[in-house]
């Protein structure tokens, strides 16, 4: 008799989308496919191929946390997977609650690949504890459905077991594990010289509280070959549509800003893909700056990199893995990349790299996960399959007027525009069809109040995004 061949396990992941999901830069700036942070999509496409097996097919959450969606999960998936950032930081607080009421609700396995607290350089964890009972809800929750918790460094591990959590266990982060126990790195140059290629980062916070900005501006003027690569989505929106909402957009001294001199020369780039990121950067000399996982898409392109460290979520990550680093706050406003790339060991990195990931596999092991470097074909078959697509282009700096360059954004404007319409149509239709029924309820002189209103409420609502559009360039 011959068994039943084994049910491929359904793995359900959080993620911003899955990376064989291609959509133009209009529509992934609209649905904010990487969760504000283009970050986010490194570690999530690199959980998504070392999670790939051939017993085991990978689902992306579209990054939806809804507690009301736990019947469905329970019924269509094995296993809940949450690879996770700085997620012990106050303005997370409000999602880290969502997401323990949808873990309560799972009778699935949930396995975090990966989390880490935010604080200062000094390791300090008195601003966390305020939310202190929500962090121990969460990994209480975790914890009951897995057999540990993966953390990414030494102070997020020191903050659990404060709290009397044991069963903790540093990982690191999944995107430094994209290629298996193998990394390679390579030293294009002896020494970097003006014609050098270098990729530099770095947050709005960065550059407003520790002087980035001068760092980047010195630097600039140094390298005419000096590119800025972004992360966020809202200088997502200011390269793409020169304008953005959020009130940070205003910082001129970022180089997503349209007045700063490296948007000006088109010196700038953002990624919606990070295969697209990390191959592009194949082509650089050096990569430094705030960004963890910008320096990250570099290091994995095999290019030396820097991390110029503002907070404990860098600083331990570039300590477990071995990654060179310095204290933003003690890095001199003049430092030269030169420099920076002189003394740069990368050592630690390379040769401590397959200990690290099998210490990573057997944290999976441990939790039922299987990984496709020890139970699969190596990631063959995913990289494959990126090879095929085509994905979006880096967003660059608005600076053409040609018409080529407005296509595309006026096509997708217009696309909005009419689905606006069709909505406000729709939503006409049904408030005609209640004031109806509602003027059969009451008195003919309190009918016509109540249609009006309700319909002007409505128009408020679904006419802000196409006036939004169609608002001049200031």
């Known amino acids: ?37 283009a970050g986010n999509l490194i570690f999530s496409d690199a959980a998504q191929k070392i999670l790939t097996t051939p017993r085991a097919a990978v689902f992306s959450n579209g990054i939806r946390t809804d507690p009301a969606a736990a019947a469905r999960i329970n019924e269509e998936y094995d296993v809940f997977v949450v690879p996770l950032a700085n997620a012990f930081r106050p303005t997370f607080e409000r999602p880290l609650k969502r997401m323990t009421q949808l873990i309560k609700k799972l009778r699935i396995p949930v396995v975090v690949l990966g989390v880490g607290a935010q604080a200062d350089l000094k390791y300090d964890a008195s601003r966390l504890k305020p939310m202190e009972p929500t962090v121990r809800e ?16 030494e102070f997020t591990e020191q903050y659990l077991k404060a709290m009397g959590f044991r069963d903790v266990e540093v990982i690191g982060c999944p995107s430094m594990f994209m290629n298996g126990e193998t990394f390679t790195l390579e030293r294009k140059t002896e020494a970097l010289t003006r014609d050098s290629l270098i990729s530099v980062n770095g947050s709005h916070s960065a550059v407003r509280s520790h002087g980035l900005d001068a760092i980047i501006r010195q630097a600039h003027e140094r390298y005419p070959n000096l590119r800025f690569v972004g992360q966020n989505l809202l200088e997502a929106q200011l390269l793409h549509w020169r304008e953005t909402a959020n009130p940070l957009g205003a910082q001129t001294s970022m180089p997503t800003h349209p007045s700063h001199p490296m948007y000006r020369e088109g010196k700038v780039r953002l990624y919606i893909d990070p295969a697209t990121w990390i191959d592009e950067l194949r082509a650089f000399d050096f990569s430094f700056g705030s960004r963890i996982h910008g320096n990250i898409a570099a290091l994995l392109a ?24 310095r204290k933003i706050s003690e890095t001199p406003k003049n430092i030269d990349p030169a420099e920076l790339y002189e003394a740069a060991d990368f050592g630690e990195l390379v040769n401590g ?9 057997g944290f999976m ?60 149509a729709l939503l006409r239709s049904q408030l005609d069809k209640r004031a109806r029924q509602v003027s059969v309820k009451v008195q003919a002189s309190d009918a016509p109040t109540a249609w009006p209103s309700a319909y002007r409420r409505a128009r408020r609502v679904v006419g802000r995004p196409v006036r939004r559009l169609l608002r001049p360039e200031q």
């Open 1 to 37: 008799m011959t068994d039943e061949p084994t049910r491929q396990k359904r793995i359900l992941l959080r993620s911003g989308k899955s990376p064989f999901d291609v959509a133009s830069v209009e529509e992934s700036l609209h649905r904010d496919v990487f969760a504000t942070n």
């Open 365 to 424: 092991e441990k939790n039922g996960l299987e990984n496709t470097f020890h139970h699969g074909d190596g990631g063959k078959d995913f990289d494959a399959r990126m090879a095929k697509l085509s994905l979006p282009p880096a967003v660059r700096p608005w600076t053409e007027t040609d018409p080529d360059s407005l296509s595309s954004r006026f096509g997708w404007m217009q696309s909005r525009m009419e689905e606006l319409s069709s909505q406000n």
């Open 302 to 325: 095999g290019v030396p990199s820097t991390v110029l460290c503002s907070d404990s979520r860098t600083l331990e990550l570039c300590r477990y893995f071995g990654i060179p680093h």
């Open 138 to 153: 969460f990994v209480t929750e975790v914890l009951n459905r897995s057999a540990s918790i993966g953390v990414r460094g």
């Open 353 to 361: 790299h397959k200990e690290r990931f099998l210490r990573f596999a």
